[in-house]
């Protein structure tokens, strides 16, 4: 059975980091296959838009969400002010969480205030807010593995309720021991839409998604396959895939079970 | 935004387990607020709100792998009030891929996982094999619960965006209803005690050393609590009893400011009031009660304070009831918005408890005592860390 509502935006920019793909215009060759896919280890550029004290405070996460973000915001030369945002992750700040836990399991139970107000799964809308000044909504879903679909899903919704832009961070950072050995990612990643009601003269192409039995697609190459399976808001690589192969496609990503998502691309000529 | 019926509701927490154990406390103008003495937490002089005998609530067999002080008070929160029986009701009227889960928490199950990390393995530093992450520490993990013990097939998430998450979820459910993705939403919020929110709180030195007391001139902090509170949303019927309460508006806003701080003029909390104005189609005046978020804290209340009063002036009967529960965090929005719909089909106004001397800077209309008035229309206000805002516009049908 397919739900018959579709929801529709147009997609003005995008922001993409992971081990191997440095930025957009670097992962768009490799992922339409005109480039070979080298894994390498991910570099995380510094959040130059927090002001230093807080810059000093963020760990790998929120470097994560902001660079994609602003990857995103940038390219579509929008105001960030003006859209609303949707942070979508699994884990959210595990280096955190694991320094807060083992304080707790010790003699002496003093956690660091920065450390508890960074544990929140919202730190990153935070810190955009106060990078980006945006006084918008920004709202943060999780769904374990489905966070990307979720993420999606709630930006979609968004753009059709409020006819307003919507920026879309899904992001995830790996856990340290032990956490890791009972989630392992095997890197941070991050993938940004901005999300436009309207056609504009930045819009790189029409997406359009519905709700779906279907079995979600893979990525061609092993290695991409490996991240997608194994990150959270890599799930979202088919998209991302289809966005860089230009011209019009329909990929389904994973959601949650029986449910996927279809995604229908149309690129802008 | 259309209006939304909240069809059937329960709330669980310090004040007693379902809504007839609230009621009753509300209307007495009780609180559940006791010492502090969580776990192995007594070295932390502090109120807190905890709900009766959660650890004896034992989940059926086959979602024994969710099983943690979170996902024990969801299905304790569930069994109230003939909650499961409506939402089955919901399943068999419109299907299982038609009814959403969308929920709030801050914390989840974490409180598993700071145990399991007393238990770690000496040599290897490993977790023991008992801990399960997917179905107790993340996020997500009580939605998931949710979604598997009524066996749901349709779209769920949590949102997490600290004490405003459970607000939220009203607007993310409307937006799916709107768009025609499902016919009903489960939505609330479910936040339970644990260590990192106790000392988490200690180390910002936001706890006070008594039951809290909001706007109160010598107030002193937070009491943390916890809670399970659940709705079921759906479209309103064309026959709508009188006394049947309508979710009007939802608004949403960002403080941009700092992350632990509201901005000092409350003007992201200003914006979410606002906003949620605009959504229900109603000006500040229509509004007969504000259920404010006022977790006690000199700075929280001060800036919500300044933010009321630029919107509302002082005449909207206000009140905390945190007095009452404690801060239940990422399940505040859910069950302030229940204590909200008590208040409309009850015919009375909550007066905040434990608040003994109002505090003459911040000038709005605040209840200490209940009010012999039925309200139409009230306002229900959640903020969070991250400078994140969110206010509910509730309704009597008629």
Redesign the interface.
């Known amino acids: 059975m397919s739900i018959k509502h579709s929801l529709e935006a147009w997609i003005d920019g995008i922001g993409l980091l992971g081990p191997g793909l440095d930025n957009w215009p670097a992962a768009q060759p490799v992922l339409a296959a005109t480039t070979a896919y080298v894994a390498q280890p991910l570099v995380v550029p510094a959040p130059l838009a927090l002001p230093p004290a807080e810059r000093r405070r963020v760990g790998q996460s929120v470097k994560i969400a902001l660079a994609v973000a602003q990857e995103a915001v940038t390219a579509a030369q929008a105001d960030a002010k003006q859209l609303a945002a949707v942070f979508a992750s699994s884990g959210a700040d595990g280096d955190n969480c694991d320094a807060i836990c083992k304080v707790l399991a010790s003699d002496d139970r003093h956690i660091s205030p920065t450390r508890f107000h960074n544990s929140v799964h919202n730190a990153p809308a935070g810190y955009w807010g106060i990078a980006s000044g945006a006084m918008t909504p920004a709202t943060v879903v999780c769904a374990y593995d489905a966070s990307f679909g979720a993420g999606l899903l709630e930006a979609m919704t968004q753009v059709g309720a409020v006819a307003a832009g919507v920026l879309l961070v899904a992001y995830e950072a790996p856990y340290p021991e032990p956490l890791q050995a009972k989630r392992p990612h095997p890197s941070a990643f991050g993938l940004a839409l901005v999300l436009m009601p309207q056609r504009g003269p930045r819009s790189l192409a029409r997406i359009r998604i519905e709700l779906v039995d279907a079995v979600a697609d893979t990525m061609a190459n092993a290695e991409l396959e490996a991240l997608r399976q194994q990150i959270p808001c890599a799930r979202g690589l088919p998209l991302a895939q289809a966005l860089a192969g230009g011209g019009a496609a329909r990929v389904v990503l994973e959601y949650l079970a029986p449910l996927s998502l279809a995604v229908e691309i149309e690129a802008c000529n | 935004m259309s209006p939304l019926h909240l069809s059937h509701f329960t709330a669980s927490s310090c004040l007693g387990h379902g809504l007839d154990a609230m009621q009753t406390m509300l209307l007495q103008q009780k609180s559940g607020l006791r010492p502090c003495h969580f776990e192995t937490v007594n070295?932390l002089a502090t109120y807190i709100g905890e709900t009766p005998n959660v650890d004896a609530a034992a989940l059926p067999a086959t979602l024994a792998a969710h099983n943690c002080r979170n996902n024990r008070l969801a299905w304790l929160g569930l069994q109230q009030d003939g909650f499961s029986a409506a939402v089955e009701a919901a399943i068999a009227r419109h299907g299982r891929?038609r009814v959403g889960v969308f929920l709030g928490t801050?914390t989840a199950g974490?409180l598993q996982?700071?145990l399991a990390?007393?238990r770690?393995d000496p040599v290897s530093?490993?977790?023991p094999d008992d801990?399960i992450?997917?179905t107790t520490?993340?996020?997500?993990?009580v939605?998931?619960f949710v979604?598997e013990y009524f066996q749901l097939?349709?779209?769920?998430?949590?949102?997490?965006?600290?004490c405003s998450s459970s607000a939220?979820v009203f607007?993310?459910a409307?937006?799916?209803i709107?768009?025609?993705?499902i016919d009903a939403a489960v939505v609330g919020g479910v936040d339970s005690l644990c260590?990192?929110t106790l000392?988490?709180?200690n180390?910002?030195e936001l706890l006070a050393p008594e039951p809290c007391r909001p706007f109160d001139v010598e107030r002193q902090g937070l009491s943390i609590g916890e809670a399970a509170a659940f709705v079921l949303l759906e479209r309103p019927a064309d026959d709508l009893a009188a006394d049947a309460v309508l979710l009007l508006g939802v608004g949403?806003?960002?403080?941009?400011?700092?992350?632990?701080s509201p901005h000092p003029d409350g003007?992201?909390a200003r914006?979410a009031m606002a906003?949620a104005l605009q959504s229900a189609g109603l000006q500040a005046s229509d509004i007969d009660y504000i259920n404010l978020h006022g977790t006690a804290t000199p700075g929280n209340d001060a800036a919500e304070g300044k933010a009321v009063a630029a919107l509302f002036g002082d005449r909207t009967p206000s009140s905390s009831t945190k007095g009452a529960t404690g801060h239940t965090l990422g399940a505040a929005g859910g069950l302030e918005a229940i204590i909200c719909a008590i208040a409309l089909q009850r015919g009375f106004l909550p007066g905040g408890c434990n608040t003994r001397q109002l505090d003459p800077a911040i000038p709005i209309r605040y209840l200490t005592a209940n009010a012999d008035i039925a309200p139409r229309r009230v306002l229900s206000n959640s903020f969070?860390?991250?400078?994140?805002n969110c206010s509910l516009v509730l309704g009597r049908a008629s």
């Open positions: 070295d891929r801050s974490i996982t700071e990390y007393r770690r530093g490993a977790l801990f992450y997917a520490h993340n996020t997500y993990s939605a998931g979604r097939e349709g779209p769920a998430m949590v949102v997490s965006t600290a939220k607007g993310s409307a937006r799916m709107e768009a025609g993705l260590l990192t000392y988490g709180f180390s910002l949403e806003s960002s403080d941009a400011h700092h992350m632990s003007l992201g914006m906003a969070g860390f991250g400078g994140t």
